[in-house]
């Protein structure tokens, strides 16, 4: 049966299923390659029935899938757009590699000052990230492999990032800071950027690293010299040391001082050691060595000046030459690892040494003991006028001022004992020269006050005119004051009190008696005017009381008139108010005196019996010698 269906038109009316036939599975026409799906073209057909061999192309397929007859079908449509492929399907595992290196800074190392380093900078096209990876280089003591992971690397500050177009051999580009130079790319980049219009520069030439070239030299072979033989000098010169007495003056510096060493240099080898000479009770720790024996350099190569000695050991590279015996002289300093010290003094083999082998017989002793220098004085700061000199010098002595020392003894001796003066004030001004003034000297604490009684109507403020307190004399200096005593003071002194000059015009007994009683304080003319003065008081105090005496006469006889002159006009109708108005009128100075010819045209308009015997006594007592009258007494004669 199936033999007599083979051949028939696959059309309807003519297909007939074959009743033997049990396979009907398709042949699959998917398959991967290289990790990729691709199309494969089916070997059989249904159920594993062979194909003819008559096939047509894949373009003959496509193209009869894409065409139908109009007749048939009418019209044709148009092909559906071709299917979107994303990014991370169609650049699946496909990454672009550049070749770069950077160079690194190596701040601290006598041997490198910058380091070559070698990197693949790898692009992922699927979604745009990068990463920068070093191969591992063996034994380099650097951590390597991974140095940036796979991420999107910024381009700038405005948020861009890096993108294909921005590669190519020939450049720089900078990444979080640090500047790589890309030098070649792989082939696959290379087919992949001219595919995409981007036109290559140039490779270049990959830049390597000094210090690993120098580390593949070959190491180099020291050979000694012949006219150098270093156990000939270990054998001639075996436990022969020079030592020198040295001092380093360090005095310029804050806290420094001038310490005492002893170098050693070893003729066996040419090495040198320092060692500190410690006394006793010098506070510092016993350490034996200031530096350890070794050989000192002289001068260094070039580069000495930026080597870092404080870290790395120097060694013969940069040393151009050493510190000998020839350069240890007494009397001419040597600087050792940035400290000078001054040799002023060796030991007797070092003389003998240099005597038979330098040629030097004579090397002096330096004396460099230095002399103590002379007690600095301290000087008190300049006086600034504020309170007592003595108070202000508190404040240079101690931290915390306390009160100056008083002298017990003088103020227990001489408590509430006072001196008292009156004087009179030295003023060009008119209005001063009445003035009159108590000093009070208080022998307890030899300060001086100064009293101003109060006058009335003077129109000056009288009460306390200077405080206790000492009074320089104005001859003085600030810094050496020498205050007024009591031997200062007498009769006719001036006295000049912070810019104002007194004259001692009066004392009172008290004065007298100390005076007299400490006559070996007092000068000869001091004493003498101040006894004048008393004696001169008790001369004039007999005319007072004779003067007092008559006075008292004339206020008797005075009041006795106006008792009588009061009987007789006692019943007179003149007011003594009236009286008191027009005389107090026509005395416009207020001085209680008028005219006598005023006086008496008053009297005479007021109707006062002036022609009166009693009355005319009365004006005569009143009377000055000036022709005016006081008619305060005359008002007196009449009844309020």
């Not at 990230?129 to 381009?155: A, D, H, T, W, Y």
């Not at 720089?172 to 082939?187: A, E, L, P, S």
């Not at 003056?249 to 005492?260: H, I, L, V």
């Not at 306390?402 to 008119?430: C, G, I, Q, T």
Request: aromatic share 12%; hydrophobic share 35%; proline share 7%.
């Amino acid at each position: 049966m199936s033999q007599s269906l083979h051949g028939l038109p696959f059309l309807p009316g003519t297909s007939f299923k074959d009743p033997t036939k049990t396979a009907f599975h398709r042949s699959q026409t998917l398959d991967y390659r290289n990790g990729y799906a691709v199309i494969r073209r089916p070997t059989v057909g249904i159920g594993g029935d062979p194909l003819p061999l008559n096939q047509l192309s894949q373009d003959e397929l496509e193209e009869l899938a894409s065409k139908t007859p109009l007749l048939t079908y009418g019209e044709a449509r148009r092909a559906p757009p071709a299917q979107f492929v994303p990014a991370h399907v169609a650049f699946d595992k496909k990454v672009l590699k550049f070749s770069a290196y950077f160079q690194e800074d190596v701040p601290m190392s006598p041997e490198e000052h910058y380091r070559i380093r070698q990197v693949n900078i790898y692009y992922y096209l699927e979604d745009d990230s990068m990463s920068v990876m070093e191969p591992f280089v063996e034994n380099s003591g650097i951590p390597q492999g991974k140095l940036i992971k796979r991420q999107r690397l910024p381009k700038n500050d405005q948020g861009d990032h890096y993108h294909w177009k921005d590669l190519n051999r020939g450049i720089n580009i900078t990444i979080y800071g640090k500047t790589f130079r890309i030098v070649d790319c792989d082939q696959f980049t290379k087919v992949f950027l001219e595919s995409q219009g981007i036109e290559l520069n140039s490779p270049e030439t990959m830049v390597l690293d000094p210090y690993t070239e120098l580390r593949k030299q070959p190491i180099r072979k020291y050979v000694t010299p012949t006219d150098f033989d270093p156990l000939k000098q270990f054998l001639t010169f075996d436990k022969q040391v020079l030592r020198f007495y040295a001092i380093w003056d360090d005095t310029d510096s804050m806290f420094g001082e001038c310490r005492n060493y002893i170098i050693h240099y070893y003729l066996m080898d040419d090495t040198v050691d320092i060692r500190e000479v410690h006394e006793r009770n010098d506070g510092r720790d016993p350490f034996p060595l200031l530096m350890n024996r070794q050989r000192i350099p002289k001068t260094l190569v070039d580069n000495g000046n930026n080597f870092p000695q404080c870290v790395l050991e120097i060694s013969d590279q940069e040393v151009l030459e050493w510190y000998t015996a020839k350069d240890f002289i007494v009397g001419k300093p040597v600087t050792i690892l940035g400290r000078t010290f001054f040799l002023y003094d060796c030991d007797a083999f070092t003389r003998q040494y240099y005597k038979e082998q330098l040629g030097m017989p004579d090397l002096p002793r330096i004396d460099v003991s230095k002399k103590e220098p002379p007690p600095i004085k301290q000087e008190l700061p300049p006086y600034n006028g504020y309170g007592l000199i003595e108070d202000s010098a508190q404040n240079c002595f101690v931290l915390i001022p306390k009160a100056p020392k008083k002298d017990a003894m003088k103020m227990l001796l001489n408590d509430n004992k006072v001196l008292r003066y009156l004087a009179a004030l030295e003023s060009p001004n008119p209005e001063d020269k009445d003035r009159r003034f108590v000093f009070s000297y208080f022998l307890g604490t030899d300060m001086i006050s100064i009293f101003e009684p109060p006058v009335r109507n003077s129109g000056i403020l009288g009460g306390k005119y200077l405080g206790r307190t000492k009074v320089a004399k104005p001859f003085s200096s600030a810094e050496n004051p020498i205050y007024y005593s009591p031997s200062d003071f007498f009769i006719g002194a001036v006295i000049e009190v912070f810019g104002h000059r007194f004259v001692i015009l009066d004392t009172d007994e008290y004065v007298l008696k100390y005076m007299e009683s400490n006559a070996s304080q007092y000068s000869n003319e001091a004493l003498t005017s101040v006894q004048n003065h008393f004696r001169k008081q008790k001369d004039g105090a007999t005319e007072l009381e004779k003067k007092q005496a008559e006075e008292a006469a004339c206020v008797q006889e005075l009041e006795a008139l106006l008792e009588a002159v009061q009987k007789q006009l006692k019943g007179h109708p003149c007011h003594k108010v009236d009286l008191l108005d027009r005389l107090q009128m026509s005395d416009q100075d207020a001085s209680g005196f008028v005219d006598r010819e005023t006086f008496f045209k008053i009297c005479d308009s007021l109707s006062i019996p002036t022609d009166d015997s009693l009355v005319k006594e009365l004006i005569q007592m009143c009377s000055s010698g000036d022709d005016k009258i006081a008619y305060f007494n005359f008002l007196r004669a009449f009844s309020d």
